[in-house]
Protein backbone atom coordinates (compact mmCIF):
# COMPACT_ATOMS: atom_id res chain seq x y z
CA UNK A 1 0.00 0.00 0.00
CA UNK A 2 1.48 3.42 -0.65
CA UNK A 3 -0.39 5.75 1.74
CA UNK A 4 0.45 9.27 1.80
CA UNK A 5 2.57 10.08 -1.01
CA UNK A 6 4.22 13.22 -1.39
CA UNK A 7 5.93 15.35 -4.39
CA UNK A 8 9.01 16.28 -5.17
CA UNK A 9 11.11 15.01 -1.60
CA UNK A 10 13.60 18.06 -2.33
CA UNK A 11 13.31 21.39 -3.58
CA UNK A 12 15.51 24.67 -3.95
CA UNK A 13 13.73 27.59 -4.60
CA UNK A 14 14.71 31.26 -5.47
CA UNK A 15 13.07 34.14 -3.16
CA UNK A 16 9.66 34.87 -4.96
CA UNK A 17 9.19 31.74 -7.26
CA UNK A 18 5.97 29.88 -6.92
CA UNK A 19 5.51 25.75 -6.82
CA UNK A 20 3.30 23.34 -5.82
CA UNK A 21 3.41 20.55 -3.08
CA UNK A 22 1.67 17.47 -4.53
CA UNK A 23 0.42 15.33 -1.99
CA UNK A 24 -1.93 12.09 -2.76
CA UNK A 25 -3.51 9.11 -0.40
CA UNK A 26 -5.06 5.61 -1.77
CA UNK A 27 -6.76 5.55 1.67
CA UNK A 28 -9.77 6.92 0.98
CA UNK A 29 -9.69 9.18 3.59
CA UNK A 30 -11.70 11.84 4.22
CA UNK A 31 -9.46 14.18 6.16
CA UNK A 32 -6.23 15.54 4.97
CA UNK A 33 -3.40 17.99 6.69
CA UNK A 34 -0.72 20.05 5.84
CA UNK A 35 1.64 20.52 7.95
CA UNK A 36 5.22 22.50 8.16
CA UNK A 37 7.86 21.17 11.17
CA UNK A 38 10.87 23.32 12.05
CA UNK A 39 13.74 22.74 14.14
CA UNK A 40 12.76 22.26 18.05
CA UNK A 41 9.34 23.64 17.21
CA UNK A 42 7.26 20.27 16.29
CA UNK A 43 4.85 19.91 13.48
CA UNK A 44 2.31 23.26 12.96
CA UNK A 45 -1.14 23.00 10.51
CA UNK A 46 -0.96 24.75 7.43
CA UNK A 47 -3.92 24.35 5.93
CA UNK A 48 -6.50 21.00 6.47
CA UNK A 49 -9.71 20.02 4.15
CA UNK A 50 -12.50 17.66 5.52
CA UNK A 51 -13.91 16.32 2.45
CA UNK A 52 -13.57 16.86 -1.58
CA UNK A 53 -14.20 20.49 -1.82
CA UNK A 54 -14.14 21.57 1.71
CA UNK A 55 -10.41 23.18 2.64
CA UNK A 56 -9.80 25.83 5.80
CA UNK A 57 -7.10 27.86 7.67
CA UNK A 58 -4.84 25.88 10.02
CA UNK A 59 -2.27 27.52 12.34
CA UNK A 60 0.08 29.22 10.27
CA UNK A 61 -2.06 29.59 7.05
CA UNK A 62 -0.25 32.87 5.63
CA UNK A 63 2.03 32.83 2.14
CA UNK A 64 0.05 29.37 1.56
CA UNK A 65 -2.87 28.31 -0.61
CA UNK A 66 -4.67 24.66 -1.08
CA UNK A 67 -7.85 22.93 -2.83
CA UNK A 68 -9.24 19.76 -3.10
CA UNK A 69 -11.02 18.97 -5.85
CA UNK A 70 -10.40 14.62 -5.28
CA UNK A 71 -10.74 12.73 -2.41
CA UNK A 72 -7.32 11.65 -2.91
CA UNK A 73 -5.32 14.87 -3.70
CA UNK A 74 -4.42 17.84 -1.56
CA UNK A 75 -1.59 19.84 -3.16
CA UNK A 76 -0.19 23.17 -1.38
CA UNK A 77 1.07 25.91 -3.03
CA UNK A 78 3.13 29.22 -2.32
CA UNK A 79 2.49 31.92 -4.05
CA UNK A 80 5.66 34.16 -3.58
CA UNK A 81 8.42 31.93 -1.82
CA UNK A 82 9.51 33.69 1.33
CA UNK A 83 13.35 32.32 2.84
CA UNK A 84 10.89 32.31 6.25
CA UNK A 85 8.71 29.54 3.81
CA UNK A 86 12.24 27.24 4.61
CA UNK A 87 10.85 24.01 6.17
CA UNK A 88 9.70 20.50 6.20
CA UNK A 89 6.69 19.96 4.87
CA UNK A 90 4.62 16.90 6.10
CA UNK A 91 0.98 15.84 4.48
CA UNK A 92 -1.07 13.67 6.72
CA UNK A 93 -4.50 11.78 6.06
CA UNK A 94 -7.16 10.36 8.21
CA UNK A 95 -10.64 8.88 8.28
CA UNK A 96 -12.24 10.60 11.02
CA UNK A 97 -15.89 11.68 12.16
CA UNK A 98 -14.78 14.54 13.68
CA UNK A 99 -14.05 12.51 17.46
CA UNK A 100 -10.16 12.93 17.05
CA UNK A 101 -9.56 9.54 17.95
CA UNK A 102 -8.33 8.58 14.81
CA UNK A 103 -4.30 8.66 14.23
CA UNK A 104 -3.09 10.62 10.91
CA UNK A 105 -1.22 9.04 8.18
CA UNK A 106 2.04 10.90 7.20
CA UNK A 107 3.76 11.08 3.89
CA UNK A 108 7.66 11.16 4.50
CA UNK A 109 7.94 14.95 3.37
CA UNK A 110 9.46 17.47 1.18
CA UNK A 111 12.57 19.53 1.94
CA UNK A 112 12.58 23.06 0.89
CA UNK A 113 14.94 25.39 1.09
CA UNK A 114 14.13 29.09 -0.15
CA UNK A 115 17.31 31.13 -1.48
CA UNK B 1 -5.51 27.31 24.02
CA UNK B 2 -4.51 23.06 24.28
CA UNK B 3 -0.61 22.67 24.11
CA UNK B 4 1.68 19.65 24.68
CA UNK B 5 5.07 20.07 26.42
CA UNK B 6 7.50 17.57 26.21
CA UNK B 7 10.98 16.81 27.97
CA UNK B 8 13.82 18.90 25.98
CA UNK B 9 16.07 16.56 24.28
CA UNK B 10 18.58 15.27 22.97
CA UNK B 11 18.57 11.92 25.04
CA UNK B 12 21.37 9.46 24.35
CA UNK B 13 21.09 6.00 26.14
CA UNK B 14 22.73 3.01 26.15
CA UNK B 15 21.40 -0.67 24.60
CA UNK B 16 19.19 -2.15 26.91
CA UNK B 17 18.82 1.18 29.05
CA UNK B 18 14.99 1.97 30.42
CA UNK B 19 13.81 5.44 28.18
CA UNK B 20 11.18 7.58 30.19
CA UNK B 21 9.97 10.93 28.18
CA UNK B 22 7.71 12.96 29.92
CA UNK B 23 4.70 14.87 28.04
CA UNK B 24 2.31 16.99 29.92
CA UNK B 25 -0.65 19.06 28.26
CA UNK B 26 -3.00 21.48 28.73
CA UNK B 27 -6.81 21.35 27.34
CA UNK B 28 -10.24 21.08 28.35
CA UNK B 29 -12.49 18.15 28.36
CA UNK B 30 -11.35 14.94 27.69
CA UNK B 31 -9.05 15.06 24.59
CA UNK B 32 -7.42 12.05 22.92
CA UNK B 33 -3.49 11.44 23.80
CA UNK B 34 -0.77 10.09 20.77
CA UNK B 35 3.04 9.44 20.61
CA UNK B 36 4.21 9.34 17.04
CA UNK B 37 7.68 8.65 15.68
CA UNK B 38 9.95 9.79 13.02
CA UNK B 39 12.85 8.07 11.67
CA UNK B 40 15.72 9.56 9.89
CA UNK B 41 14.30 10.97 7.00
CA UNK B 42 10.66 9.67 7.60
CA UNK B 43 7.32 11.19 8.14
CA UNK B 44 5.70 11.13 11.42
CA UNK B 45 4.15 7.10 12.28
CA UNK B 46 1.44 6.55 14.79
CA UNK B 47 3.33 4.70 18.43
CA UNK B 48 0.50 4.34 20.54
CA UNK B 49 -2.53 5.90 21.35
CA UNK B 50 -4.97 6.50 24.43
CA UNK B 51 -8.16 8.16 24.37
CA UNK B 52 -9.83 8.07 27.81
CA UNK B 53 -8.15 8.49 31.30
CA UNK B 54 -6.34 5.61 32.84
CA UNK B 55 -6.23 4.13 28.95
CA UNK B 56 -3.08 2.31 28.50
CA UNK B 57 -1.25 2.66 25.26
CA UNK B 58 1.30 0.12 24.19
CA UNK B 59 3.30 -0.76 20.65
CA UNK B 60 7.25 -3.02 20.08
CA UNK B 61 7.32 -2.56 23.79
CA UNK B 62 6.92 1.20 24.28
CA UNK B 63 3.53 2.02 27.15
CA UNK B 64 2.01 5.48 28.00
CA UNK B 65 -0.76 5.81 30.63
CA UNK B 66 -3.67 8.46 30.19
CA UNK B 67 -3.01 10.10 33.56
CA UNK B 68 -5.63 12.90 33.52
CA UNK B 69 -5.12 13.83 37.63
CA UNK B 70 -1.76 14.88 36.64
CA UNK B 71 -2.56 15.78 32.61
CA UNK B 72 0.38 13.55 31.47
CA UNK B 73 1.12 10.80 28.96
CA UNK B 74 4.55 9.78 29.55
CA UNK B 75 6.54 7.52 27.24
CA UNK B 76 8.46 4.69 28.42
CA UNK B 77 10.53 1.74 27.62
CA UNK B 78 12.02 -0.88 29.55
CA UNK B 79 15.01 -1.78 27.15
CA UNK B 80 16.06 0.34 24.64
CA UNK B 81 17.50 -1.09 20.81
CA UNK B 82 19.59 1.07 18.58
CA UNK B 83 16.94 1.11 16.35
CA UNK B 84 14.63 2.77 18.54
CA UNK B 85 16.84 5.64 17.57
CA UNK B 86 14.63 8.50 16.30
CA UNK B 87 12.37 11.89 17.37
CA UNK B 88 9.13 11.39 19.71
CA UNK B 89 6.41 13.48 19.50
CA UNK B 90 3.48 13.62 21.96
CA UNK B 91 0.29 15.25 20.59
CA UNK B 92 -3.30 15.59 21.42
CA UNK B 93 -6.49 16.00 19.86
CA UNK B 94 -8.92 18.27 21.54
CA UNK B 95 -12.83 16.71 22.63
CA UNK B 96 -15.17 16.17 19.12
CA UNK B 97 -11.73 17.48 16.87
CA UNK B 98 -9.51 15.83 14.38
CA UNK B 99 -6.87 18.66 14.67
CA UNK B 100 -3.34 17.81 15.85
CA UNK B 101 -1.33 20.41 18.54
CA UNK B 102 1.80 18.27 19.01
CA UNK B 103 4.76 18.93 21.50
CA UNK B 104 8.35 20.05 20.42
CA UNK B 105 9.70 16.48 19.83
CA UNK B 106 12.72 14.53 21.61
CA UNK B 107 15.44 13.06 19.94
CA UNK B 108 16.54 9.99 21.41
CA UNK B 109 19.87 8.47 20.41
CA UNK B 110 20.67 4.61 21.29
CA UNK B 111 24.34 3.95 21.57
CA UNK B 112 25.42 -0.15 21.16
Known amino acids: NAGVTQTPKFRILKIGQSMTLQCTQDMNHNYMYWYRQDPGMGLKLIYY???????DKGEVPNGYNVSRSTTEDFPLRLELAAPSQTSVYFCASSWDRGQGNQPQHFGDGTRLSIL | GDSVTQMEGPVTLSEEAFLTINCTYT??????LFWYVQYPGEGLQLLLKATKADDKGSNKGFEATYRKETTSFHLEKGSVQVSDSAVYFC???????????FGAGTTVTVRA
Open chain 2, 91 to 101: ALSPSNDYKLS
Open chain 1, 49 to 55: SVGAGIT
Open chain 2, 27 to 32: ATGYPS
